[in-house]
């Protein structure tokens, strides 16, 4: 069996998605009026059970050393959760955050950094998701999550 | 782009592996003498990068309303992320948990149990794994869990 | 300001309990009809946001190198959250774990070890607590857990 | 015992520190140089096993609903964690967060919010701590973390 590659578990289906990549970033832009975008990242994709987002970090996002700090990652982390979440209960601004949890994985290198959220659980009142950051391979990870957001 | 299954993140590649299901259970059996197999279970398969395993859980492994107990799932978890690490380490006996984060998604009824345990990274000090655990349908996952051993 | 002992936050106030350590003991008793006491522990105290519980792990509890195993360990961390939610809710059998993070901190060596459950805030849907396990130092902690249970 | 205070643990002993307050802000001002005050927060005291925090957060910091967003909770979070291993470990800049877990416990309404961070294993590789984020009552956090740092 040595070689082959790790079979991952089947995404989560779910019903048809009720924003899109396009109306989920005119809301995210709204509700973050203060944020740049290099500080907070945009939603390129999203489909039932999945959303992709990409964040160009700017100069405020680096620690020493010359890496995309770890507040950068996490407010990444916790706004493609947010999209994932709003994608499939629509624009509910007050979904919250009700956990967080973050391991970091890699060195983060300056530069362009995508976001795959995919959800694990629905419920009425708590979604339950994955979230993976990464700079140029998917299968490197800089860090992984899970975040629970609490439906109102 | 609704109604496309949700891609998920490339497994992990690594280096073949070190011991397989035989070798893990045969180790797992030694080092834990006072166990019975329907309270920690066993390797199924091992590979690159992943490990399966399952549980047929007894009577002492049910909690109230008849479901299969958090610490039962949790100690199953621990089992399956250590068999992935020993899977590419070797017989390492003193590798040891050093965070465990679990999330319980779906109620989990009587019956066999599945544990997917992923390698998100294989550190020289530190493992990080994704663990999910699953009764019939591996897309609707009864918890998932992320799991650091610490390497001797 | 070196050698002055550091600060504590101040506990959390809260109403008084509806069940107390003998009330809690003979509950779970009930509950868990299969579990020896040397593999789940008993509740010594609770009083408002606290319970204190022990255990005498028995033989099975022990992992390679002698270790009481984690997976004991957060079967402990998850009867002392269970005992410390029924303290303020009363007999209500279906409050379920949804989250526990537990980080290992220090080898547990064999012998009675103690758990200290606290709680950080008890909402109608959620009960979040802080539980620590320590064998003879309570400023050395073995092991950490925030613990997540769901009320029905 | 209803009605008593619910005992604490003892705070972690530890050795003299190595930074004070000063000169943790003067190195984090070093470190950060883009940060403004308002989005990082500043060291009130340093002592063994102990550092507290003080925030007070502009307006990027707030999310839909006039609330403190939880990235700006989870930035501050990591900082007081960097902030008492620097205390401990001297200036070692790269110092990195491996693992941050945090759970939001009530809305966090604008205005200073204060973070204490307590020791719970300096180990010579890894940094084990809990920290607290409250507003106007330690006693009610508005949120909990647990947060692992690698030492180089």
Same mark, same amino acid.
């Given at each position: 069996?040595?070689?082959?590659?790790?079979?991952?578990?089947?995404?989560?289906?779910?019903?048809? @998605?009720?924003?899109?990549?396009?109306? /989920? %970033?005119?809301?995210?832009? *709204?509700? #973050?009026?203060?944020?740049?975008? &290099?500080?907070?990242?945009? $939603? $390129?994709?999203?489909?039932?059970?999945?959303?992709?987002?990409?964040?160009?970090? %700017?100069?405020?996002?680096?620690?020493?050393?010359?890496? @995309?700090? &770890?507040?950068?990652?996490? &407010? #990444?982390?916790?706004?493609?959760?947010?999209?994932?979440?709003?994608?499939?209960?629509?624009? $509910?601004?007050?979904? $919250?955050?009700?956990? /967080? %949890?973050?391991? #970091? /994985?890699?060195?983060?290198?300056? &530069?362009?950094?995508?976001?795959?959220?995919?959800?694990?659980?629905?419920?009425?009142?708590?979604?339950?998701? *994955?979230?993976? @950051?990464?700079?140029?391979?998917?299968?490197?990870?800089?860090?992984?999550? %899970?975040?629970?957001?609490?439906?109102?």
């Amino acid at each position: 069996m040595a070689g082959e590659a790790a079979p991952m578990p089947a995404p989560i289906s779910s019903s048809a @998605i009720r924003m899109d990549a396009d109306a /989920l %970033n005119a809301f995210l832009t *709204d509700a #973050f009026p203060h944020a740049e975008r &290099g500080s907070r990242g945009y $939603v $390129v994709s999203a489909a039932p059970g999945h959303v992709q987002a990409r964040m160009e970090p %700017n100069d405020k996002a680096l620690r020493p050393g010359g890496l @995309i700090s &770890g507040p950068t990652q996490m &407010g #990444f982390v916790d706004m493609a959760a947010y999209a994932l979440v709003l994608a499939h209960i629509g624009p $509910v601004a007050m979904a $919250v955050t009700s956990a /967080l %949890n973050y391991q #970091f /994985l890699r060195p983060c290198r300056p &530069g362009p950094i995508t976001a795959d959220a995919t959800m694990l659980r629905l419920g009425k009142r708590l979604a339950v998701m *994955d979230v993976r @950051i990464w700079s140029d391979d998917p299968g490197k990870p800089v860090g992984q999550a %899970n975040v629970t957001y609490a439906i109102p």
